[in-house]
């Protein structure tokens, strides 16, 4: 008896811990050195007032399209202007790289509630300040950022919705990193409700998907799924031998070619499902 109390109490310890901790595990702002350039930054509020920034990349207003993007949990957005540049010149799309608080140089912790409050002030903003049309923003997401963007999606739907090495939910990705016990009552005490395959499967958007087949962090069989549960599936690309986060250099040409037909771009007959 004194055993089996033992062990509850443990349990009951380690399910408290998660409680409190899970935004903690979710989100990681790595450590930033050194200054964020001042060129295409932008800054804007929240609806509870905590300042944001971004970095647009390129001319919203010559440009055929904006593409808003949501990076992953330890990732930087000022950290992706490069690959914005890249996107830019291969598509001519705009690139707005939102970020979330708690990172760079902002103040507040992220949550799960505090993200979907960051990626609709990004969305206002840029329709706003902007002036873009609603059909001319395509989002893109990448690792949690695509349950980023699916949600926002589901509020505010885009031209196209790219989603780069994505989730199937949160509740999935408890199951590989949590013991079987807590899997049980993650629903109970999870605050975060990421649940891509239940919105794409309802969002009457096209969904593209690129997932590599190496991928430690997210398996891949997510991806595949993430793209067979969409009410509209846009274009898929396995990538063979790529990782969580060098999808772009081991796909080479075949990932701008996912790109380009994601939103939308002429293509040499480019197929809805590929491997590269």
């Known amino acids: 008896m004194i055993a089996v109390l033992l062990l509850l109490v443990l349990v009951l310890a380690a399910l408290a811990l998660l409680w409190r901790k899970q935004e903690r595990i979710l989100f990681q702002p790595p450590r930033m050195l050194g200054e964020p350039p001042l060129t295409g930054r932008v800054t804007y509020d929240a609806v509870d007032g905590q300042p944001l920034l971004a970095f647009m990349v390129g001319d919203p207003a010559s440009a055929p399209g904006v593409l808003l993007c949501f990076h992953g949990n330890a990732d930087l957005a000022v ?19 939102a970020e979330y608080r708690g990172y760079m140089s902002l103040g507040g912790s992220p949550t799960y509630e505090s993200s979907r409050l960051d990626a609709r002030a990004a969305y206002d903003h840029l329709r706003v300040a902007f002036g873009v049309p609603r059909e001319r923003v395509a989002y893109f997401g990448h690792s949690l950022g695509s349950g980023v963007a699916t949600e926002l999606a589901e509020l505010h739907p885009p031209s196209a919705l790219l989603l780069q090495a994505p989730f199937s939910s949160a509740r999935a990705m408890a199951r590989l990193f949590v013991v079987p016990p807590v899997v049980l009552v993650w629903r109970a005490i999870s605050r975060i409700h990421f649940d891509t395959i239940r919105v794409v499967a309802d969002l ?17 069989r997510m991806g595949n799924e993430v793209f067979e549960c969409a009410r509209r ?7 063979e031998n790529a990782g969580h986060n060098d999808i772009a250099e081991v796909a ?25």
């Open 79 to 97: 950290w992706q202007i490069d690959w914005a540049r890249a996107v830019e010149r291969r598509t001519g799309y705009a690139v707005f790289l």
């Open 204 to 220: 009457d958007v096209p969904v593209s998907v690129v997932h590599g087949t190496r991928d430690r962090v997210v398996p891949v």
């Open 233 to 239: 599936k846009g274009h898929l690309l396995v990538v």
């Open 252 to 276: 080479g040409d075949k990932y701008w070619q996912w790109f380009r037909a994601a939103l939308h771009l002429p293509i040499n007959a480019y197929p809805q499902q590929e491997r590269a």
